[in-house]
């Protein structure tokens, strides 16, 4: 079964670096997402990507945040100057389309520490 | 916008015992109900979805309740095994965007 895969699995960078987090969605997939979930907490919507844009994100994705797709396979989250409270597990997903019988399959996460 | 809260945030149940894991939302306007079940250090992984236009799914030992006018939904596992220990995840998502607003979790064990 195809699988969300993320690279890396774990990254620990100091604080005000900036970070690029690595995602390959499902091949088919044409819609992309970002998720976090800082320890013990909820899991949380950053944004969506449809047709080389955002198609909706949320009041955590501010100007530090940013979304690519660079190539026809790569998905991309880069934080311009990391914080202490960006350490959380990031996690990104894909669908096929944006019904309800599309549902979003997840990746493993890519654990972000920040020191 | 959506806000999903999600009872209770720990469960311990017998082995062969059945395990509900309720869930409320609050925008009338949200139509898919997805549950996600995480083990320790795995992807978020998807084991049951309900849509607003149905009462009530299911698929061998996991079922899904809705209720429409009172918000809120259900994910119902019958004769539990040890392997359903995990945290579970309701989530809710409306037509007019991509999102999904997660519950807080539940972890889930089962004790053999």
């Known amino acids: 079964e195809p699988e969300v895969t993320q690279t890396p699995s774990h990254q620990v960078t100091q604080m005000g670096q900036e970070v690029i987090l690595r995602c390959v969605p499902i091949?088919?997939?044409?819609?992309f997402y970002w998720y976090r979930q800082i320890l013990g907490q909820k899991v949380e919507f950053l944004v969506s990507?449809?047709?080389?844009?955002?198609?909706?994100k949320s009041e955590i994705f501010d100007d530090q945040f940013s979304v690519e797709r660079p190539d026809g396979s790569n998905f991309t989250l880069k934080i311009r100057s990391t914080k202490l409270e960006d350490s959380a597990m990031y996690f990104c997903?894909?669908?096929?389309?944006?019904?309800?019988?599309?549902?979003?399959?997840f990746g493993d996460g890519t654990r972000l520490s920040i020191l | 916008g959506e806000n999903v809260e999600q009872h209770p945030s720990t469960l311990s149940v017998q082995e062969g015992d059945s395990a509900v894991i309720k869930c409320t939302y609050s925008d009338s306007a949200s139509n898919y109900f997805p549950w996600y079940k995480q083990e320790l250090g795995k992807r978020p992984q998807l084991i049951i979805d309900i849509r607003s236009n149905v009462g009530e799914k299911k698929d061998q030992r996991i079922a899904v309740t809705l209720n429409k006018t009172a918000k809120h939904f259900s994910l119902h596992i019958t004769e539990t095994q040890p392997e359903d220990s995990a945290v579970y995840f309701c989530?809710?998502?409306?037509?007019?965007?991509?999102?999904?607003?997660f519950g807080g979790g539940t972890r889930l064990m089962v004790k053999p």
């Open positions: 091949s088919n997939h044409l819609y």
């Open positions: 989530a809710a998502r409306n037509n007019a965007g991509n999102m999904l607003t």
């Open positions: 990507f449809y047709n080389n844009e955002i198609s909706e």
């Open positions: 997903a894909s669908s096929e389309g944006n019904l309800s019988n599309q549902p979003q399959h």
